[in-house]
């Protein structure tokens, strides 16, 4: 069982569309997660950190259920420009460790 | 978010030659980076952690007299892909871990290596 699983994707939507991805974790210790994007040919951008209370930046609402080990995000009134892989990461371990990466969900946004 | 810059952003060497690339981090001090490497179509693959004033840690499979690190401080990591081949030829990317929880990592815009 791989450490992060995501959904494989791809996604196709129209634009205005609200589409979920969805996560899951193997290691119950995990400390920290994240969600990242990354378009073709470029690095990693950092989209949100997720606590546990749930956080919302604009139109985007990332959730974490650490009982079921599952993290979400939710992105509301889809845009093209939202076209883009998304990467749930976990950080094992409370320090400046190792992150482990799932292995994204490709997302495309039709007009 | 935290800015990191990574130069060059794109380099052609020939076989056998080295290259070396700089990862910076420019409003914060790290005393990890990390790098990557990552192929067409694939995922990123953690090469290497590297910490300030102390040797970096290997990934498995990954030759350290190969990919030479170094991170002599805290805002500077650089990466020397030693007598480069043509199977070298990826994306390097490095990352910068903010030094407070939750520990977030910034990435560079890597560098394209190609070996003729």
């Known amino acids: 069982r791989k450490e992060v699983e995501q959904d494989p994707g791809p996604f196709n939507v129209p634009e205005g569309a609200t589409v979920a991805f969805n996560c899951t974790y193997s290691n119950s210790a995990s400390q920290s997660f994240f969600w990242y994007r990354q378009d073709c040919r470029k690095e990693p951008k950092l989209l949100m950190s997720v606590y546990s209370s749930g956080n919302e930046d604009g139109r985007f609402t990332a959730q974490l259920n650490r009982a079921s080990q599952y993290i979400s995000l939710l992105i509301r009134d889809s845009k093209l420009s939202d076209s883009a892989t998304y990467l749930c990461?976990?950080?094992?371990?409370?320090?400046?460790?190792?992150?482990?990466f799932g292995s994204g969900t490709r997302l495309s946004i039709r007009p | 978010g935290a800015v990191v810059s990574q130069h060059p952003s794109w380099v052609i060497c020939k076989s056998g030659t080295s290259v070396k690339i700089e990862c910076r981090s420019l409003?914060?001090?790290?005393?990890?980076m990390f790098w990557y490497r990552q192929f067409p179509k694939q995922s990123l693959m953690l090469m290497a952690t590297?910490?300030?004033?102390?040797?970096?840690?290997?990934e498995q499979g990954v030759e350290k007299d190969k990919f030479l690190i170094n991170h002599a401080s805290l805002t500077l990591s650089t990466l020397t892909v030693t007598s480069a081949h043509p199977e070298d030829s990826s994306f390097y990317i490095c990352s910068a871990s903010t030094p407070r929880g939750p520990y977030e990592q910034y990435f560079g815009p890597g560098t394209r290596l190609t070996v003729t």
């Open positions: 990461v976990v950080a094992p371990y409370s320090s400046a460790s190792k992150i482990i």
């Open positions: 409003d914060f001090q790290a005393t990890t």
């Open positions: 590297s910490n300030e004033g102390s040797k970096a840690t290997y």
